[in-house]
């Protein structure tokens, strides 16, 4: 995200974000990335790909705190907040999650006036012109990636 700009810049680029959001809510949103990337900082490589081994040891969560200025709860948070997030994006890339006025998922863009409710050519496996893979089903869950 940092190669992208600031905050203020990347939601200046979101089609009706801008004013919505006030000076200081993108000060604290700077702050609280600059904190995050502290504690990503302060983990070692193996935390970084596989976070669930900071959810089961106190140690590990402690070590990183101290490593980046903050308190263990701190970690804590952040280590669940993905959690909840990843689970949130997966029932989203999944199907399973309805968007109001969506007409029940993203797949086939039901919800929209002429996008059509079928599958798309090419998309997940359906005929056309994206190659028709198939999304694996034991695929490796990602974690906080590279800084």
Known sequence: MKTMGSLGGIMKLIPGMAGKISDDQLREGETQLKRVEAMIKSMTKQERQNPELLSGSPSRRRRIATGAG??????????????????????????QMGMPGMGGGFPGMGGFPGMGGGPQPGYRGYPG????????KGKKKKGFGQL
């Open 70 to 95: 903050y308190q263990e709860k701190d970690v804590s948070k952040l280590v669940g907040d993905f959690q909840k997030m990843r689970s949130l994006m997966q029932q989203m890339g999944s199907g």
């Open 129 to 136: 012109m994206g190659g028709g893979k198939k999304k694996k």
